[in-house]
């Protein structure tokens, strides 16, 4: 493997934009992500059955729809909807959704219908007797959300939510369907322009290992330092 093209020509600087953008949709994926994961939980919770059974549907079918099937939906269906509604206000032609806000609604949506079976689950582990306490004492819903399940909970959901993120990371590849130059779309075009496609793979590959490591290691901190907190307040 020749790896000099990385550093005497404009493919390095090129691949490290790359990563950058990787990062940008996979960060604003996941919050959106976890918007929708939250909005889910909540629904499914509320004991309102017109609002738990739409969530219910919508995480059955995200969660069984191949990822790269929902990309394409988004993409083409989402333009076609937009027009649709533009007509309305006498628009006529075609409105194209930029690859970047595909790839974060896409892969938001898919992250949010993971995330909430983590929070509900987070929610559901958090012990009963705490927020019979809690609610003893006077404290409001709200309060007790804030103060009691909500941290508990999200002690609970972050290793859950740490192996979602991780999986975002990862999902973003797919966005190069739609033209997103992202580190595989990045990859693929330096591959193919110096004809040494197994390099720049493996270039990929080292750093998406770049980010999912020094992702572990970040959230392996979190971690430890919330459940910290944690004790500290129960003590």
């Given at each position: 493997m ?10 390095g600087a ?6 950058g953008m990787?990062l ?57 909807t937009?027009?649709?509604?533009a ?50 004492f006077?404290?409001?819903r709200?309060k ?65 290992l ?7 290691l ?12 944690t004790v500290?307040?129960?003590?």
């Open positions: 020749d790896f000099s093209p990385l550093w005497e020509g404009v493919w090129l691949m490290l934009r790359a990563m990787t940008l949709v996979a960060c604003l994926a996941f919050l959106f992500g976890q918007a929708v994961g939250l909005g889910l939980t909540l629904a499914q919770l509320s004991g309102a059955r017109v609002l738990a059974r739409p969530a219910q549907v919508y995480g059955t079918i995200v969660r069984g729809v191949p990822e790269l099937l929902i990309i394409y939906l988004i993409f083409f269906g989402g333009s076609n937009l027009g649709w509604f007509a309305w206000f006498g628009h006529r032609g075609y409105i194209e959704i930029s690859p970047m806000a595909t790839g974060v609604v896409a892969i938001g949506m898919i992250c949010g219908a993971y995330s909430s079976e983590v929070l509900r689950g987070a929610i559901a582990a958090v012990p009963r007797g705490q927020v019979e306490a809690a609610t003893a006077g404290m409001s709200f007790r959300a804030r103060r009691i399940t909500g941290p508990l909970a999200l002690r609970y959901a972050l290793p859950g939510l740490g192996n979602i993120w991780l999986t975002t990371i990862k999902e973003t590849s797919l966005i190069s369907v739609v033209g997103l130059v992202e580190i595989m779309r990045q990859a693929g075009i330096a591959g193919a322009s110096t004809r040494q496609p197994f390099t720049y793979y493996v270039v990929a590959a080292a750093i998406y770049l980010l999912t490591g020094g992702s572990v970040a959230l392996g901190r979190v971690e430890r330092l919330f459940g910290r907190g500290a307040r129960r003590a």
